[in-house]
Each structure stands twice: as structure tokens, then as C-alpha cells.
């Protein structure tokens, strides 16, 4: 089981880009680092998803070392709808472990 | 909006009853994923099902039980229903067997009392 810890909390500033750390030492070969968003009192939401190297969308930036220990969600120039549940899942494309959802990190995004 | 629809959005029911709630996925998906979320245990994955079938388990009470219809719809049974089992219950589906892209629904609200 490829289990994460992240930030329990951070702060930031609108216009700021923001990184948030997901450690992940246990990564297993066929695993996935995924990262999903979620607001008060709704679904997470998908954000981007990666094996290895720097995966890049819409809205966010995701860097992966060489060793797969960690992962790094970027998002740029954040803005005060930012402020949400981040959470880093780390399984492979199946089962219960790439499905299992950590504590997250709350960002607070202010004015 | 996901494309994952749950019904009821709200409901409130007694210590000891018995509820259900639906989930339809997206359209062409045919994998359900179950999700409780509480205040105190964050978001919980419960269960998974594939093309009608069980394919991932993960915290689920024995007093919950779940299936997947041939349309591909789901439903989630929470049997004699304790005070602690007040919670958010999501719903997802993903076009895959095999794949944590997941789109959830807009969730359930259940409050026992």
C-alpha cells in the first residue's frame, strides 16, 4: 500500500504560484500519482494525473523525480477560488489502494 | 457537473432504519465507486463495482452492501443505521476497470437521528 503524506495545511496569496508536496516513499512500480480538488461540500475533482518526469494542463503542473518518492502539484497564479482540499493518490490503475483518498492539504488562499 | 447524478441529495432517517442510495454514472462509464465522507474519518472509499461486478473493496461495513444494475446504475443499502453512519456518501464512475480518473457525483447527505 502506497501510502502519502502531504501538508496538513498551507497558505498563500492570490497571484502566488503554489507547490504542494506529496511524499510517497512506498511507490510501487505500475503506480500512478493522481492529484484531485475538492470544495466544501462537493465531489473531488480530477486535476491532473502523472507517472513520471512533468505533466502539464490547464490548471496545474505536476513534477515527478526520477526515484518516484514524491510528487509536486503546481498550481500558478492562484486565486482566491483556489482555496480547496488538495489530495495525492499513488496506486496503480486498479483496486482499493489507488482509490484511497489521505487526509489532504487544505489550501487557504488570501487576499 | 460530472455527469455522475445521486439521488436523494438529502435525507434524514432514524437510528435502526434502513436507506438507499442511487447513483447513475456518467454515460458509457462502467465503473461505480462508492465514498463516505465524514467529519472525522475524511473521504472513506467503500467500494467499487465494474460491468455489474465487485471490483475493489475498502471500508465498507458489513451493514452496507452494494450493487451495479445491467444499466449500469448503482445503489448503496445502509442497513440498522447507527448515529456515527450520518455522512456524506459520493458517488463516481470512470470509463475504465482499471483507473483512478475518477468524476464523482454531488453526493448524499445522510443525517441519522
Known amino acids: 500500500l502506497a501510502k502519502t503524506t502531504q501538508p496538513i495545511s498551507m497558505d498563500s496569496y492570490e497571484g502566488q504560484e503554489v507547490n504542494i508536496t506529496c511524499s510517497h516513499n512506498n511507490i510501487a512500480t505500475n503506480d500512478y500519482i493522481t492529484w484531485y480538488q475538492q470544495f466544501p461540500s462537493q465531489g473531488p475533482r480530477f486535476i491532473i494525473q502523472?507517472?513520471?518526469t512533468k505533466v502539464t494542463n490547464e490548471v496545474a503542473s505536476l513534477f515527478i523525480p526520477a526515484d518516484r518518492k514524491s510528487s509536486t502539484l503546481s498550481l500558478p497564479r492562484v486565486s482566491l477560488s483556489d482555496t480547496a482540499v488538495y489530495y495525492c493518490?499513488?496506486?496503480?490503475?486498479?483496486?482499493?489502494?489507488?482509490?484511497?483518498f489521505g487526509k489532504g492539504t487544505h489550501l487557504i488562499i488570501q487576499p | 457537473d460530472s455527469g455522475v447524478t445521486q439521488t436523494p441529495k438529502h435525507l434524514i432517517t432514524a437510528t435502526g432504519q434502513r436507506v438507499t442510495l442511487r447513483c447513475s454514472p456518467r454515460?458509457?462509464?462502467?465503473?461505480v465507486y462508492w465514498y463516505q465522507q465524514s467529519l472525522d474519518q475524511g473521504l472513506q472509499f467503500l467500494i467499487q463495482y465494474y460491468n455489474g461486478e465487485e471490483r475493489a473493496k475498502g471500508n465498507i461495513l458489513e451493514r452496507f452492501s452494494a450493487q451495479q444494475f445491467p444499466d449500469l446504475h448503482s445503489e448503496l443499502n445502509l442497513s440498522s443505521l447507527e448515529l456515527g453512519d450520518s455522512a456524506l456518501y459520493f458517488c463516481?464512475?470512470?470509463?475504465?476497470?482499471?483507473?483512478?480518473?475518477?468524476?464523482f457525483g454531488e453526493g448524499s447527505w445522510l443525517t441519522v437521528v
Open positions: 463516481a464512475s470512470s470509463d475504465s476497470r482499471d483507473g483512478n480518473t475518477i468524476y
Open positions: 493518490l499513488v496506486g496503480d490503475m486498479g483496486g482499493a489502494d489507488g482509490l484511497t
Open positions: 502523472g507517472y513520471k
Open positions: 454515460s458509457g462509464d462502467l465503473s
